[in-house]
């Protein structure tokens, strides 16, 4: 055989080998929390809170944790929407190409994207002490959003770079001011930046450690910012630490409403964002 067509085949298969390795690993998580899961959700635990006894088998639901997750994810996601924006509108359309000072702020972001949650977590809490705070919803909104700051950031970033220089400079040309081309610029890339809101809130939505000593727990909906907050991740973490049976298949129960929901958010965005596809230079 040819050596070029063996090197061929060789890196064939090796490329459908991690492809398989990746989708089995999706496939095998999803059957996991499927098969353990199912048999223990029913409408009430979609729909109470959690009673007396709960953690040890009894009555009870994660409607708590569900809307205290959706809460805190949207907060954090608004938090850091409007801290992203600025800056990469910023490097992109003010700043030149090759600008030192974009560089920085782009290795600064990728520094901070590989910063683990936990690190977040320690340092909100760092927060909480300085002033004075307690475990709230407020300071997980504000650590999960410092959390996902640069993962919104950079992948804003790279959407504002697929957009054509063409579409940067025309509206100058045509006697427009920065901010007005930054109108046009955001149309054009308003179906990338959703995708980018949209990772970032699954990032934020499913994280545990960041909220562990800033959100805390409460078995109570969210009433307040200043108070306590459940979410799915810990809701989960707490029911399989226990040994009673039944409540770890509550908590692969949990898994899988929050596996569902983040599915369901990512089709919701696929669909509004497709909706401004033709508004999109190609």
Same mark, same amino acid.
Request: charged share 15%; glycine share 8%; net charge positive.
């Given at each position: 055989? *040819?050596? $070029? ?16 390795? /990746? ?18 959700? *029913? ?18 639901? &994660? ?42 702020? $782009?290795?600064? @972001?990728? /520094? ?17 002490? #300085?002033?004075?705070? $307690? ?14 700051? !640069? =993962?919104?950031? $950079? ?15 025309? !509206? ?6 920065? @901010? ?18 949209? =990772? ?6 499913? *994280?545990?450690?960041?909220? @562990? %000593? ?11 910012? #200043?108070?306590? /907050? ?12 226990? !040994? ?17 929901? &983040?599915?369901?958010?990512? =089709? ?7 909706? %401004?596809?033709?508004?999109? /230079?190609?």
């Amino acid at each position: 055989m *040819d050596k $070029r067509k063996l090197e061929e085949s060789f890196f064939k298969g090796v490329m459908l080998f991690s492809t398989f390795v /990746v989708v089995g690993s999706l496939l095998t998580i999803i059957a996991t929390i499927f098969i353990k899961g199912l048999p223990a959700l *029913d409408l009430n635990m979609l729909i109470q809170t959690p009673k007396g006894g709960y953690y040890l088998g009894k009555e009870g639901g &994660i409607l708590n944790a569900i809307l205290g997750s959706i809460i805190l994810g949207f907060g954090s996601v608004v938090l850091a929407f409007l801290v992203c924006v600025p800056i990469v509108f910023y490097i992109n359309l003010y700043r030149k190409k090759k600008s030192r000072f974009a560089w920085l702020v $782009r290795f600064v @972001l990728d /520094v901070l994207w590989g910063i683990p949650s936990i690190v977040y977590g320690a340092f909100g809490f760092t927060l909480m002490v #300085f002033f004075g705070l $307690r475990a709230s919803l407020l300071a997980g909104i504000v650590t999960v959003g410092l959390l996902i700051i !640069p =993962i919104m950031a $950079r992948s804003m970033d790279e959407v504002l770079k697929t957009v054509p220089m063409e579409l940067k400079e025309v !509206p100058l040309a045509l006697g427009s001011t920065r @901010l007005e081309t930054s109108k046009v610029v955001f149309r054009q890339a308003l179906p990338g930046i959703l995708t980018a809101v949209l =990772i970032a809130f699954g990032r934020g939505i499913s *994280d545990a450690a960041a909220v @562990l %000593f800033t959100a805390g727990f409460t078995d109570y909906l969210p009433y307040s910012l #200043f108070k306590p /907050v459940a979410t799915l991740p810990l809701s989960v973490f707490f029911q399989l630490g226990t !040994p009673f049976p039944e409540v770890q298949e509550r908590g692969y129960a949990s898994a899988f409403v929050l596996t569902v929901l &983040i599915l369901v958010i990512s =089709i919701l965005a696929r669909v509004i964002s497709g909706r %401004f596809t033709k508004n999109i /230079v190609k």
